[in-house]
């Protein structure tokens, strides 16, 4: 029976790229000389610190150039909100969400049945979504159809089976 797998996940080694490029031309662009600007990647998240808010959101702009040009969702994304920090100044936390937690393979499995294509099954199995289907096509209309509805995570579709 064919079967495919929907993930959401995200390439550490592309986030890592694009946080260093981002804080390579944060130090050497002329608006950010002297407000103490930077940025730093943590296990699942990106801290940003500048001196106001309006350089936090310039800084934020800068980041999310350089995860779209390494092709990486901003959907993966959370933005927490914006702090007060030591020294007057201010920081922000992004989250990068990983994994299909389950409220959203709920949302997931229930959008797969309200399809309404015959023989289609969905199951979740840990942060994944088994998608299973007696044809090819089916599977293929259900891959159709999660691409053009927003679940609000980039969603991938892997580890097809024949």
Known sequence: MPSFDISSEVDQQEVRNAVDQAAREISTRFDFKGTDSS??????????????????????QVLEEKLVKRQIS?????????????????????????????????????????????????????????????????LQAVIQACKERDFGIPLQFGNFRD
Not at 40 to 60: F, H, K, P, V
Not at 108 to 134: D, Y
Request: no cysteine; proline share 0%.
């Open 74 to 138: 901003l959907k993966a994304v959370d933005y927490g909100k914006v702090e007060d920090a030591a020294g007057g100044t201010v920081r922000q936390v992004a989250t990068l969400v990983a994994g299909i937690n389950s409220d959203r393979a709920r949302d997931l499995n229930k959008f797969i049945k309200a399809t309404g294509l015959k023989g289609v099954q969905s199951q979740t199995q840990g942060e994944t979504v088994r998608v299973t289907a007696k044809k090819r096509d089916d």
């Open 39 to 60: 940025i730093e990647l943590g296990t699942n998240e990106i801290t940003m610190r500048s001196i106001s808010a309006d350089r936090l959101t310039a800084l934020r």
